[in-house]
């Protein structure tokens, strides 16, 4: 037993990871550590393993990368899934990807994590919801980052009902309404057609237009276009053949009463959808600018216009949050994590930061080979004093200015990392020499906030 701070006893595990999660990314860790022969526990507050699959999607959901470039790359999708899965397949394939690495063993569901915070030694004190603590070597948060809503503010009041994207769930909700969606990102683009088959009306509420890339091209999946066996496309080229794409299949965004982006293509988040520029088109979707004020059972937007509506979906978006974090840790600005790597701080080692990105394909692509470096990267971390982030800080690297990742400059990035990971090592080495006596610095319980305050 280990006795904390505050004379409560622990339960020692002060030789494992703990991996916070257990969605499609805290999974894709989890089997790595697993092959690497790295001891861990893995929990999540859910009664079953999914994530977002399991608990945040609506049931008419499919992915909007091809299953080629969302599985993982060890583990292909059953040969009879279409190129754009459902749901359930997903929820079904990362469960058939559980059982193949036998990875249920050391998943406790039901099980949340209250709080966490460095001690002496260099350890870290989880707290659980059921009061329970243990010590653990490394924590390696997989815990989403499509949970935490984000709602806009509006002026005025709506007398009818308004609900984020993620509290969608079925048709039903819409059916007969009259529906206003507000955002231009995947979800908002599908609950806008689920609601242009079903609903009374429907209006999406745009503050900015958005690049409408289409899902497939001559019967290719368009995220199937851009996998290279070698080398690296230049960004300037993947925008110049996306631009051609939509061109060649959608036309101009004037055809469609819309205004032209102001922002380059990959900029921010694309929106893979054929449907709102069809139903556009059918009068099944009305397009409108942001929403100016709210007026009892009216919507007011910025070009002077006015709309009745029974329901509001605020797709909009979510925080990158990590509630169980003292505020010394509480390191995203915007949706950027200020850490290096992708996961690693230069200040304290054995906190991980993993899966808060958004890369331009499926999650199975990009996290098949960054799992094994960051494995690497663990056991490097028990070999030296010195954090990992502060090594590749020395290194060079910066901290990313955007969430948004090209899948291709993290391929060759993991490359150039295992390439050169003698040359990381040596560093590590120096860095100890410099910096004999690093320590974390213990935080006291005393700092712990409530949840709700990192919860906007």
Request: aromatic share 12%; charged share 20%.
């Amino acid at each position: 037993m280990y006795t904390s701070d505050n004379n409560q006893k622990t339960t020692t595990t002060s030789h494992k990871q703990l991996i916070i999660g257990a969605g499609f990314v805290g999974l894709g860790i989890a089997q790595a550590l697993k092959e690497a022969g790295i001891d861990y526990d893995q929990v999540d507050a859910s009664d079953r393993i999914g994530g977002n699959w399991y608990h945040g999607v609506y049931e008419t959901a499919h992915i909007i990368s091809s299953k080629k470039v969302t599985q993982f790359g060890n583990f292909p999708m059953p040969e009879d899934y279409p190129d754009f899965p459902s749901a359930q397949n997903m929820l079904d394939y990362i469960n058939s990807f559980a059982t193949h690495f036998d990875l249920y063993q050391h998943i406790e569901f039901n099980l949340k994590v209250n709080y966490v915070r460095p001690i002496k030694n260099n350890l870290w004190e989880v707290t659980f919801d059921n009061q329970e603590q243990r010590i653990y070597k490394g924590i390696v948060m997989c815990n989403g980052h499509h949970w935490c809503k984000r709602f806009p503010e509006f002026e005025g009041e709506f007398k009818g009902k308004i609900i984020h994207s993620k509290d969608y769930k079925r048709p039903e909700q819409l059916r007969g309404k009259k529906v206003l969606v507000i955002g231009g990102g995947n979800s908002a683009c599908d609950i806008a057609s689920e609601a242009a088959r079903v609903a009374a009306k429907c209006v999406l509420s745009m503050r900015e237009s958005v690049w409408f890339i289409p899902k497939t091209f001559a019967g290719i999946p368009v995220a199937d276009l851009s996998i290279k066996k070698k080398g690296r496309t230049p960004a300037w080229y993947q925008r110049l053949m996306t631009y051609l794409l939509i061109r060649l299949t959608f036309g101009k965004h004037e055809n469609y009463g819309l205004a032209k982006p102001q922002h380059r293509i990959f900029e921010k988040h694309p929106t893979i959808n054929n449907e709102v520029p069809y139903y556009i088109k059918h009068g099944r979707i009305i397009a409108k600018p942001g929403v100016s004020r709210l007026n009892g059972w009216s919507v007011e937007f910025t070009d002077g216009s006015q709309e009745e509506f029974d329901l509001i979906v605020c797709a909009t978006g979510y925080y990158v949050a990590y509630p169980f974090l003292p505020p010394e840790l509480q390191r995203v600005q915007g949706s950027v994590v200020q850490c290096y790597g992708g996961s690693f701080l230069d200040d304290y080692k054995g906190l991980y930061y993993v899966g808060w990105y958004q890369p331009r394909s499926g999650l199975g692509a990009v996290i098949t080979p960054f799992a094994p470096v960051f494995a690497r990267y663990l056991k490097l971390q028990d070999q030296i004093g010195v954090p990992i982030g502060l090594v590749l800080k020395e290194m060079g690297q910066k901290i990313p200015p955007t969430h948004l990742i090209d899948p291709q400059e993290i391929f060759e990035e993991l490359r150039r990392t295992n390439l050169n990971f003698n040359s990381i090592v040596n560093k590590a080495t120096q860095l100890d020499t410099k910096y004999p006596n690093f320590s974390n610095q213990p935080l006291t319980a005393a700092s712990h906030k409530n949840q709700a305050e990192y919860s906007h």
